[in-house]
T-cell receptor, first 111, second 110 residues
Framework: QKEVEQDPGPLSVPEGAIVSLNCTYSNSAFQYFMWYRQYSRKGPELLMYTYSSGNKEDGRFTAQVDKSSKYISLFIRDSQPSDSATYLCAMRREYGNKLVFGAGTILRVKS | DSGVTQTPKHLITATGQRVTLRCSPRSGDLSVYWYQQSLDQGLQFLIQYYNGEERAKGNILERFSAQQFPDLHSELNLSSLELGDSALYFC?????????FGPGTRLTVL
């Protein structure tokens, strides 16, 4: 079983929809949680990061972490065609070095 | 633009050859991380350097090695290349809590 599970999609939504992307994990030692956006053949771009449990909002993006359920989410409001990309969740331990990534979810926003 | 630079963008080489990938971290960042992204394995951590010293190792093959120089740039050396080494190789740097990725080097082994 992988440490981080993420549905690869693809997830196809109409423009303006609210998108929900999720990851589950098995290692309770993870404390830092991140979401990266990756356009085709480009480097991952950091969107959000959260320490421990809770919510964080930045513009149209909201990240949620539920450590009791080992479940993290990224919500995108008013989705745009430019949001079409692969979204990767990543996490690491408190004093860890490496990021452990999910497989990535392909999102397609149709205009 | 993350501030992390990588060269070259593309590399095409033959099996058995050796290549060097180069990374310059963001200004002020002391840590450099190398990751490999392949279709079947996703993004996998290879190795981390901090201020010139190896700090952590992941699933890095013995044929691969890395180093970080006094000016903090890093190089990833891949030798005895196999077809399965074809992948995107990313470098990331960090100051504190998270990591910022470079644009990557696409390696194709023929």
């Amino acid at each position: 079983q992988k440490e981080v599970e993420q549905d690869p999609g693809p997830l196809s939504v109409p423009e303006g929809a609210i998108v929900s992307l999720n990851c589950t994990y098995s290692n309770s030692a993870f404390q830092y949680f991140m979401w990266y956006r990756q356009y085709s053949r480009k480097g991952p771009e950091l969107l959000m990061y959260t320490y421990s449990s809770g919510n964080k909002e930045d513009g149209r993006f909201t990240a949620q972490v539920d450590k009791s359920s080992k479940y993290i989410s990224l919500f995108i409001r008013d989705s745009q065609p430019s949001d079409s990309a692969t979204y990767l969740c990543a996490m690491r331990r408190e004093y860890g070095n490496k990021l452990v990534f999910g497989a990535g979810t392909i999102l397609r926003v149709k205009s | 633009d993350s501030g992390v630079t990588q060269t070259p963008k593309h590399l095409i080489t033959a099996t058995g050859q050796r290549v060097t990938l180069r990374c310059s971290p963001r200004s002020g960042d002391l840590s450099v991380y190398w990751y490999q992204q392949s279709l079947d394995q996703g993004l996998q951590f290879l190795i981390q350097y901090y201020n010139g010293e190896e700090r952590a190792k992941g699933n890095i093959l013995e044929r691969f090695s890395a180093q970080q120089f006094p000016d903090l740039h890093s190089e990833l050396n891949l030798s005895s290349l196999e077809l399965g080494d074809s992948a995107l190789y990313f470098c990331a740097s960090s100051a504190r809590d998270t990591q910022y990725f470079g644009p990557g080097t696409r390696l194709t082994v023929l």
